[in-house]
């Protein structure tokens, strides 16, 4: 019977004109809708699971024989958008990451001609785990280049997860097998995704540390790798330690989380999102290869953890849940039986479906007779369980370490976050202007409000260091600077709060009052006198005039902006001459006005305290 697809394939129509405004076919596998379910490729090599590693030899290849027939059982494939049997890779893809000559080797070994060559069996460590077993680099060639097509897939963007349950091999180094693995499928996918992904992450919730990954992207910023494994020092491989970060550009992209024996679906689950989310946050990957080893179960044949099938599928599903391209590989896993109904409901997990606890019939039946046919047993044994040797007080450290790492990851690597100028002749010309001209470019300011060597200066009133404006001119926070008189000379205002003439300066408010650079002739003036206005007169008159400084002038004087402005504009001497002329008849023809004594009271206080500066009182009025 012939599968029928939804979608239109255009197998009726004999000519492009027959198509209307469809003319170009497009794959069927390309997502119509945004919102429409992931698009999940599965990837099943025909004859994987038919190879042997030995008798006695913990990796058993038959796992993927029984975990297909599950996923057949369930109807899986129903939710299964592509169902593919890849090609091998070539040499040629192999040798992206392996060594040449060790590709040689495997392709040319097998258990025949093992004493001719045992000087190269033992150079490229086939030994004891890794045996050479007939057909072994067929094998190896089946689940590389499955998971390389689906890297592909991925990239092409014409689905959401590729799933590869035979691939996951983490432990081949370049040029040397390692822990069962004689390819490294994933550092071979990642490369290819590196060729259209900016960043890829890799999380490896194997109870072996992924230390074949690390390793080959250990000085890189593209690639960070996430392992959840057993550490003690002595249990295979013996690396990833808390310390072990990565080098070079590599530096805080490799995370380990060392873990000991026991550890439950609680502490599991809890410290494996935390470090997740906040990895994921920090290094904001593009694309997301997800490790599935399915030896961190219970009861594993070589575990030393206590999880269950739910609790591993629940890290799965968290990974899914970013909604990034998603390479989903298997791994370790050494009770077969454990192992295909780990990875049957994660599958269901991947594609959305719900599936019953019940198993479905298929050939591999008496495979799971002892545990009554259930998809989800009891993983936890009192007498063969190992105790869980993890605390809070680890946990927290571990995860407070991690956390330490991924601060120094202030931006995602490889992405340039300045700003670039069009031009390095505009990008010069820039740095040349001038603040005034930057200001004025800006559209705030009048031409002419400032000058262009404007000193900064404190947006509070109580501001004083070495280059306050206090200390211009000889004007000290102390008081005025005597000097000897002139009668040449006359003060020169330079705030808005007494004077006449100059520009009318900006700011807020509008009042009667002095300014901030108040001449030291009025405050003598109102020091030594109540307020009577020939005494005042005569003493303005005889004081030799203190060369105004320039400032904001910030009070309740006279001026007639309103609020705040810069001061006014410096007096040229025939105005001085006309100022002095027409206050001297102003005083032989009436007497200045007494001050109000409140106004008295203020000036007095403000010459006792310094140069006319604002108080908190004059802020309340």
């Known amino acids: 019977m012939t599968r029928k697809f939804d979608t239109y394939t255009f197998s009726d129509s004999k000519f492009f004109s027959d198509r209307g405004q469809y003319g170009v076919a497009e794959p069927i596998t390309e997502r119509i809708h945004p919102h429409s379910k992931p698009i999940v490729s599965y990837y099943a090599p025909k004859g994987v699971g038919e190879h042997h590693f030995g008798e006695r030899h913990p990796m058993k290849p038959h796992r993927m024989s029984l975990t297909n027939a599950l996923v057949l059982g369930y109807g899986l494939d129903k939710h299964i958008h592509n169902w593919y049997n890849p090609r091998p890779a070539t040499r040629e893809e192999l040798e992206t990451y392996h060594d040449p000559a060790y590709i040689d080797f495997l392709s040319k070994v097998t258990p025949n001609n093992a004493d001719q060559m045992k000087v190269m069996i033992d150079q490229f460590n086939c030994v004891e785990d890794n045996p050479i077993f007939a057909d072994m680099y067929d094998f190896s060639r089946m689940y590389a280049g499955a998971s390389l097509a689906g890297a592909r897939k991925l990239c092409a963007g014409t689905t959401d997860i590729a799933i590869n349950w035979s691939g ?80 070079g550009m590599g530096k805080h992209f490799a995370l380990n989380v060392p873990l000991k024996d026991g550890i439950d679906d609680d502490m599991y689950i809890v410290l494996f999102k935390q470090v997740i989310n906040d990895a994921v946050d920090h290094f904001k990957p593009s694309a997301i290869v997800l490790q599935c080893g399915a030896d961190s179960l219970g009861l594993d044949r070589l575990g030393a953890f206590n999880l269950s099938i739910a609790a591993h599928g629940e890290c799965v599903n968290h990974v899914r849940a970013f909604n990034v391209p998603l390479l989903v590989l298997g791994g370790g896993g050494y009770t077969v039986k454990n192992v295909a109904r780990c990875w049957t409901y994660e599958t269901s997990v991947l594609t959305g479906t719900k599936i019953p606890n019940e198993l479905p019939m298929t050939v591999y039946d008496a495979q799971f007779a002892t545990s009554h046919y259930k998809l989800h047993p009891p993983l936890t044994d009192g007498t063969l369980s190992p105790q869980n040797q993890n605390t809070a007080g680890s946990l927290q450290r571990i995860m407070i370490s991690i ?219």
């Open 168 to 247: 996951g091999l983490h432990h081949a180094k370049r040029g040397e097998a390692s822990g069962f693995c004689f390819v490294n499928d994933i550092v071979i996918s990642i490369c290819e995704m590196l060729k259209y992904y900016p960043r890829v992450m890799y999380i490896d919730i194997d109870i072996h540390h992924g230390d074949g990954v690390e390793l080959a992207f250990y000085h890189t910023n593209r690639v960070m790798t996430v392992s959840f494994h057993k550490y003690t020092g002595d249990f295979f491989p013996g690396t990833g330690k808390l310390e072990d970060n990565g080098a």
């Open 403 to 621: 956390r330490e790492k991924l601060r120094y990851l202030s931006h995602a690597p490889s992405v340039g976050m300045q700003e670039l100028p069009p031009g390095l002749e505009e990008w010069l010309a820039q740095e040349t202007k001038t603040p005034l001209e930057l200001e004025e470019e800006r559209g705030t300011a009048r031409a002419g409000d400032t000058r262009a060597e404007d000193r900064t200066m404190a947006n509070n009133e109580f501001f004083d260091a070495e280059m306050d404006v206090d200390q211009d001119d000889n004007v000290s926070i102390d008081g005025p600077v005597e000097s000897k008189p002139s009668s040449k000379e006359a003060p020169v205002s330079s705030t808005r709060g007494r004077g006449r003439g100059g520009r009318r300066a900006r700011g807020r408010g509008r009042g009667r009052g002095r300014g901030r650079g108040a001449s030291a002739a009025a405050s003598k003036a109102a020091k030594e006198g109540d307020g009577e206005s020939e005494e005042s007169s005569s003493d303005s008159s005889d004081a030799e005039p203190v060369p105004a400084r320039r400032a904001r002038g910030r009070g309740r004087g006279r001026g007639r902006g309103r609020g705040r402005g810069r001061g006014r504009a410096h007096k040229t001497p025939e105005e001085v001459a006309e100022d002095s002329s027409d206050e001297d008849d102003a005083s032989a023809k009436e007497a200045t006005p007494a001050r109000r004594p409140s106004r008295a009271a203020e000036e007095e206080e403000d010459a006792e305290s310094g140069d006319g500066a604002t108080t908190p009182m004059d802020l309340e009025a």
